[in-house]
Each structure stands twice: as C-alpha cells, then as structure tokens.
C-alpha cells in the first residue's frame, strides 16, 4: 500500500485527484450515460411523429451535466470557489438547473404517454398512428438499446461515500476543521464546520431570490478561512489515505470494476456516436 498521502495546498479543488477516481465512472461517463435514455426516446418518439419530452440539444445537455457536476465537486469540503461565493453566497449559480424544467409525465398527454411507456403489462400490443409500440414504449427500447450494466456493481462510489464521511472523524481531519472554525469565528462567525456554514441565510434555507450583502460576506469568509488553513489540502490527504486503505483491501473487486467499467465506458461511447452525440 501506498504510503501516507502528502498534504497538497490546492487552490482549486480542480487540483485533487482521489485514489478512488481511477475505478469509477468519469463525469463524462456519468452524463453521456444519464442524457442518452431521454435522448434515445425522443428519437423514438420522432419517429412517430411526436414532439420530443425536451428540446435541450443532446450534446449541449452532456456537457452542462459535466460542468455541473464539476462545480458540485468544489463543494466537497465546503464553499472553496470565492468567485461564485461573491455572486451567489452560499447558494448554487442558476445555470446549475439546466435551461429548461424537466416536464412532468403528468403534463404529458396519454397518447404520447403510450408511445413512451408502452401497452400496460399484460395488455395487447400498441399501435399508434398504425405502427405497433416497441414493448415497453420508447422508454422500454432506449433501455434496452443502452443494456444492462454489467452486474450493477457501484463498489468503486460506495466505497468513495463511506471514505468520504469517515473522513470527518478522523484527527487530522477534526484539527483541520477546529482551525476553520477559529479562522471564521475571528471574522465574526460561529460554525463548526465548512458544511454547516451559512445556517441562517436564505441559500441554505431553501429560500429563492439574490443573497444579501451579508450572506456573501459569511461565504467568502468561509471559502477565506478555507485556504487559510489548507482545509482541502488537509482533508483530501486524510480521505485520500483512507481511499487507499480500501483499495487495497478490496483490490481484486476494484480491478474487476475497473474493467467493467472501462467496458462500459466504450459500449456509451459507441451509442453516442451512432445516435447523434
């Protein structure tokens, strides 16, 4: 096993790569993935002459799931990104929602409906417009054009999520978070910890509408103490040296998920080729 992770002074958490990383899907992955099933049944849906569930372009739709779960990664260890700190507070950018609202399947009509979701289990073929409906609608067929993913094995993330709040357990964690605290404290803020920061303020509370000047001034100062202290450095060598521990504990599964998921990861890539990434 590798020794002790050295402590990086990241200025973005951009910079932090885990160990973990290496055995689980890419955020590019992760988009392609998630956007072709909805992409895949609005081609279906075209072909019978319906209007797609969304009008987002399928390519512009992967690479805003891509840019928003990376600015969701600068969040890992609190507020570390000051630019958007001082436009948002402690609330998240709009452009993180996407351009349009995903529409609800009970705005959608019951014969466009059909089409989607197919004859109910048990029922006699569909037809719409004189063409027989694929079993299980266009939702059915994007399924299956996608196929099943392996033994549904998610080892590599599991592991990234328990490591993750072990993580704030541990001494060199505690200390560096006890620093944070007496950093944002001296600037007039009681919170004990990066994750519980900004309680109180409309963001955190689930309120709508522009922060306030107090709130963005709380959020910089919370991203300020950050790197004040190295709190990303400093968690991301404990979470780190945890990630490895796991890694080689539980190498030959790890290895065997790699694979599949490097497997998968071409058989997307194909599908996305062919059907208009």
Same mark, same amino acid.
């Given at each position: 096993m590798p020794g002790p992770v050295a402590t990086p002074?990241?200025?973005?958490?951009?910079q932090?790569?885990?160990?973990?990383?290496?055995?689980?899907?890419?955020?590019v992955q992760n988009a392609q993935e998630g956007r072709l099933a909805s992409h895949l049944a609005n081609l279906c849906l075209r072909r019978y002459g319906l209007p797609p569930l969304s009008s987002v372009?399928?390519? +512009?739709?992967?690479?805003?799931?891509?840019?928003?779960?990376?600015?969701?990664?600068?969040?890992?260890?609190?507020?570390?990104?000051? *630019?958007?700190?001082?436009?948002?507070?402690?609330?998240?950018? *709009?452009?993180? +929602?996407?351009?349009?609202k995903p529409q609800s399947?009970?705005?959608?009509?019951?014969?466009?409906?059909?089409?989607?979701r197919g004859s109910p289990r048990g029922a006699s073929e569909a037809h719409f417009r004189?063409?027989?409906?694929?079993?299980?609608?266009?939702?059915? +067929?994007?399924? %299956?054009?996608?196929?099943?993913?392996?033994?549904?094995?998610?080892l590599?993330?599991?592991?990234q999520a328990t490591t993750f709040q072990r993580m704030q357990n541990e001494p060199r964690a505690q200390a560096a978070l006890a620093q944070w605290s007496q950093c944002i404290k001296r600037k007039g803020y009681n919170y004990t910890d990066p994750w519980n920061a900004g309680n109180g303020f409309g963001a955190e509370d689930g309120e709508s509408g522009p922060p306030t000047t107090a709130e963005i001034k709380s959020a910089v100062a919370s991203v300020d103490c950050s790197y004040a202290v190295n709190l990303p450095g400093a968690l991301f060598a404990v979470e780190a040296d945890l990630q490895n521990v796991e890694i080689e504990k539980n190498a030959e599964a790890l290895e *065997?998920? *790699? %694979?599949?998921?490097?497997?998968?990861?071409?058989?997307?890539q194909s599908l996305v080729r062919k059907y208009g990434g």
């Open positions: 002074t990241p200025t973005s958490m951009a932090l790569q885990f160990p973990l990383d290496a055995y689980a899907p890419s955020l372009n399928f390519s +512009e739709s992967i690479e805003q799931s891509v840019r928003t779960q990376r600015y969701n990664q600068t969040r890992r260890y609190g507020l570390t990104d000051r *630019k958007t700190a001082e436009q948002y507070g402690y609330g998240t950018p *709009k452009w993180t +929602e996407g351009d349009t399947l009970d705005d959608v009509p019951s014969d466009i409906l059909l089409v989607l004189g063409k027989p409906v694929p079993p299980g609608g266009c939702s059915g +067929e994007a399924k %299956k054009i996608i196929g099943f993913d392996g033994d549904g094995s998610h590599a993330e599991e592991l *065997k998920e *790699k %694979k599949r998921v490097e497997s998968r990861a071409r058989h997307i």
